[in-house]
């Protein structure tokens, strides 16, 4: 019964209380397996057309908690100097007690600076819905010491269940010589309003992430460009602030054609959060990943961690090829 009360409870505090409250976004541990969400000028890096699937499920052991799902599509176009993406990602806490449903369409302008060096900027456009299930909550006035959940809430409900409001992010990432990259997001730039009651102010604060990394050849290359079976190994860095959240991430990828694996450690500031543990396997078309979190915060590992999987088709390149390359970076 408590752990069922405890995600409810959280929710309630969240979006009710008569505060200033701040929501944060979801996060995703396979970082460049959901490229378009961890930074919108990444859509169109691949050039050719790329499908992306994603699902977490956060603290599986605690009922009521996290999942989240997120489907993307991106490619390059010529006519355009640029990529472009759409990107749906649906957060469901609380055993639907609150969910989160953003769509957004994404342009990415490539420029290229020098012959090793390229720049991408892009401009992000999502409509952001939630959605309140009110039978699904649960009340401290609706205990009895004796009989339990009997009595009827004084709690007043929001006029309207289900509130949509327009978001706007941007972002920009570069790559030199095939090795190095990197990127800076913000998102929630205009930090809309995105309570349920008029007279309770409940911002979404803007998001900033910045990540960076290289990729290391583990044996001389075949060819003069790098192919998917080079072995390499590739640390990277991550680092994500919204409001006063503030969260590292580091660690490193190793691709062994067909096998990659992943070791990372996230934290914030104050205290540790988790090691992340990932195996994959790719071919040229497809790649699929799993991950597990490994809780080292007080929480413990009693919550179950957290589990992810990605799955990425990458389709074939029209017959006319561009002479624009594609940005190497990690692919979970």
């Not at 699937?53 to 390059?76: H, K, L």
């Not at 078309?285 to 590992?301: H, Q």
């Amino acid at each position: 019964m408590i752990k069922k009360l405890v995600f409810p409870i959280l929710i309630l505090f969240s979006l009710f209380t008569e505060k200033e409250v701040f929501a944060q976004d979801p996060i995703f541990s396979q970082f460049y397996a959901n490229p378009l969400y961890l930074n919108p000028a990444l859509a169109g890096s691949a050039i050719c057309p790329r499908l992306t699937m994603n699902y977490r499920n956060q603290w599986p052991s605690i009922s009521g908690t996290f999942v989240t799902y997120s489907a993307s599509y991106d490619q390059y176009v010529d006519g355009i100097a640029g990529g472009i993406g759409v990107i749906v990602t649906t957060d469901v806490a609380g055993e639907g007690a609150l969910t989160s449903t953003m769509i957004s369409g994404i342009y990415s302008y490539r420029l290229k600076v020098s012959r090793t060096l390229f720049l991408n900027a892009a401009f992000q456009a999502t409509y952001l819905q939630r959605r309140i299930d009110w039978d699904n909550l649960t009340f401290g006035d609706q205990i009895d010491p004796k009989y339990g959940f009997v009595n009827i809430t004084q709690e007043r409900p929001p006029d309207n269940l289900t509130r949509g409001f327009p978001d706007f992010s941007a972002g920009i990432m570069f790559s030199h010589k095939e090795n190095f990259y990197g990127g800076i997001a913000v998102n929630h730039m205009t930090q809309p309003n995105d309570g349920f009651y008029s007279d309770v102010s409940s911002k979404l604060y803007m998001k900033v992430t910045a990540h960076f990394g290289t990729l290391i050849d583990l044996k001389r290359r075949r060819s003069g460009a790098r192919q998917i079976e080079d072995p390499t190994l590739s640390p990277n860095i991550l680092y994500q602030h919204q409001q006063n959240f503030q969260q590292l991430n580091y660690g490193i990828y190793i691709n062994k054609y067909p096998f990659v694996g992943g070791l990372w450690f996230r934290q914030n500031f104050e205290n540790s959060d988790a090691f992340i543990l990932l195996a994959g396997f790719q071919q040229s078309s497809y790649k699929f990943a799993y991950s597990y979190d490994l809780t080292v915060s007080k929480l413990t590992n009693i919550t179950g961690g957290a589990h992810e999987f990605s799955f990425t088709w990458q389709f074939k390149c029209p017959t006319k090829k561009t002479r624009i390359k594609a940005i190497n970076c990690p692919s979970f």
